[in-house]
C-alpha cells in the first residue's frame, strides 16, 4: 500500500505529516518540535545545518545562512522583488546559469540551485 | 439530490453486467489461460501479503519507539518551564554580595540556604534525567548552543564560548533549552 507524506515548505518554518490509516500525523524532528525552521548553512569546515541547528548559529554565520529562500523559487535574477530581497538579506543572491536567481556561499564558493535548498530545509 | 439518486443507481446497476462479462469470459479461457491467469493472481496476493507483513514489523517498530519516545519525553514542556525557575535560582545565586570577612551573618546564612536550594533542586532534576550544562570555554556548537553575538576575545581561539547567559539543558539527552551564548571572534588570539 502506498504512503501519503505531505510537506507544508514554508518561507520560515516546514512541516513534515504522514497519512496513516484514516488520520494524519505530523512528524516531529529529533527535538521533538513539530516545525523545523526553513534554514540551511553551511559552516566554515564544511558541515551543512539544517533547520534548528542553522537557526542558532546564524549571529556567527550571516552570509552563509540561508533562510526565505522560497521567494527566490521561480524568480528570474531581474525580477523586482529579487532586487528588494537582495537589500533584506545578509546572504548574497545572484545570476544564475540559466538566468534564475540564486544564492552564493562564501563557505563553498559554489552556486547552488535555490530550489534544491529548499529540500535540504527538512 | 436527484443526481446522488441517479449515481447511486448506476454504482449499484453497473457491477450486473461486469460480472457477467467476466463469467462469460472465464468459461471461454482455455486452461492454460486460466493457469496463467490464476498464477499471476497468486503473485500479486503474494506481494501484497509481503507488504502488509512489512508494514506490520515497521508498524510494531515504531509503535514501540512512540511509547517510549513518550515516557521518557512526556514531562519535555513541563521540564522546560521548570529549568526556567532554576535559571532564575541560579541568577540569584549569582547577585548576592561576594563572601567577605566580617559580613552580617544574615547575608551568610541566607547565601549557604540559596545555594543548598540550587544544589537540591539541580538534584531533583537530575533524577528525573533533566541535566544542565555550562558551556563556557567550549567550542561553539551549534546542537546545543544558540548563538547570541560575537566578541573579540584576545584569551579565546575564534568559535569558542566566552560567555553564557544561560546553561545547556537536556533531558534524557535530547535538548530541551540550548545555551545562550556569546562566541569569540576576531580577537588578537585569531590573527596568530
Redesign the interface.
Given at each position: 500500500?502506498s504512503k501519503v507524506i505531505g510537506i507544508d515548505l514554508g518561507t520560515t518554518n516546514s512541516c513534515v505529516a504522514i497519512r496513516e490509516g484514516d488520520e494524519t500525523r505530523v512528524i516531529e524532528n529529533?527535538?521533538?518540535a513539530r516545525t523545523t525552521p526553513s534554514m540551511v548553512?553551511f559552516t566554515a569546515n564544511g558541515e551543512r545545518?539544517v533547520g534548528q541547528?542553522?537557526k542558532?548559529?546564524?549571529?556567527?554565520n550571516p552570509s552563509d545562512t540561508l533562510y526565505a529562500v522560497k521567494r527566490l523559487i521561480g524568480r528570474r535574477s531581474d525580477d523586482p522583488t529579487v532586487a528588494k530581497d537582495k537589500e533584506m538579506v545578509p546572504y548574497e543572491i545572484v545570476r544564475g546559469d540559466n538566468g534564475d536567481a540564486g544564492c552564493a556561499l562564501a563557505a563553498k564558493t559554489t552556486r547552488r540551485h535555490r530550489s534544491r535548498l529548499s529540500c535540504w530545509a527538512r | 439530490m436527484t443526481t446522488e439518486n441517479a449515481l447511486h443507481d448506476e454504482q449499484k446497476e453497473t457491477p450486473i453486467p461486469e460480472t457477467a462479462e467476466a463469467q462469460t469470459e472465464t468459461a471461454a479461457l482455455s486452461p492454460e489461460a486460466r493457469i496463467a491467469e490464476l498464477e499471476a493472481q497468486v503473485e500479486d496476493f503474494r506481494d501484497r501479503w509481503m507488504r502488509s507483513e512489512a508494514e506490520m514489523q515497521n508498524f510494531r517498530t515504531r509503535a514501540k519507539r512512540d511509547v517510549e519516545d513518550a515516557r521518557q519525553y512526556a514531562v519535555q514542556k513541563f521540564a522546560k518551564d521548570v529549568v526556567e525557575a532554576a535559571e532564575n535560582l541560579q541568577r540569584g545565586v549569582a547577585s548576592l554580595p561576594a563572601q567577605t570577612e566580617g559580613e552580617d551573618g544574615l547575608v551568610s546564612k541566607l547565601r549557604e540556604g540559596f545555594e543548598s536550594t540550587e544544589r537540591s533542586f539541580l538534584g531533583i532534576l537530575e533524577r528525573n534525567g533533566v541535566t544542565c550544562q555550562h558551556p563556557v570555554g567550549e567550542v561553539f556548537d551549534a546542537n546545543l548552543h544558540q548563538a547570541m553575538a560575537e566578541q573579540p576575545s584576545d584569551e579565546h581561539a575564534d568559535g569558542t564560548v566566552i560567555q553564557a547567559w544561560t546553561p545547556t539543558w537536556t533531558l534524557n539527552g535530547r535538548l530541551i533549552k540550548p545555551a545562550m551564548v556569546v562566541v569569540a571572534k576576531g580577537g588578537n588570539k585569531a590573527a596568530e
Open positions: 500500500m529529533s527535538e521533538g548553512a545545518l541547528s542553522a542558532r548559529q546564524a549571529v556567527t | -
